[in-house]
């Protein structure tokens, strides 16, 4: 079973920046970024697969935010510029196991089996 931990959470001024980091406790397959407001579904930010090689973006986001991950640390970021409001949510990580195949699907939430417990995200106008 692998462990994931968010961080990098925060509350900022729209136009601002924040990095996430999600560390894993070990190694992963493809991983990917949720993000769940009050009142809303689930849905997924950014995925990544293990070699970093390929990545997929929402359209809400692409252009103004970055997914990236450090294998050697175990680590997936994602840096987020230009936030506004409606960027303001729960977000969170969430992996496939190691030697899997990227899911068909990279933004939905049905391809990853680990998740973290998630870091609050506020972008205030």
């Known amino acids: 079973q692998v462990q994931l931990v968010e961080s990098g959470g925060g509350s900022v001024q729209a136009g601002g920046s924040l990095r996430l980091s999600c560390a894993a406790s070990?190694?992963?397959?493809?991983m990917a970024w949720f993000r769940q407001a009050p009142g809303k579904e689930r849905e997924g930010v950014a995925s990544?697969?293990?070699?970093?090689?390929?990545?997929s973006y929402a359209d809400s986001v692409q252009g103004r935010f970055t997914i990236s991950r450090d294998n050697a640390k175990n680590t997936m970021y994602l840096r987020m510029n230009n936030l506004r409001p409606e960027d303001s949510a729960t977000y969170y990580c969430?992996?496939?196991?190691?030697?899997?195949?990227?899911?068909?699907?990279?933004?939905?939430?049905?391809?990853?089996?680990?998740w973290g417990q998630g870091t609050q995200v506020a972008v205030s106008s």
């Open positions: 969430a992996a496939a196991p190691w030697l899997t195949g990227h899911p068909s699907r990279s933004l939905s939430s049905e391809g990853y089996k680990y």
């Open positions: 990544i697969i293990r070699s970093g090689g390929t990545t």
């Open positions: 070990g190694n992963t397959g493809s």
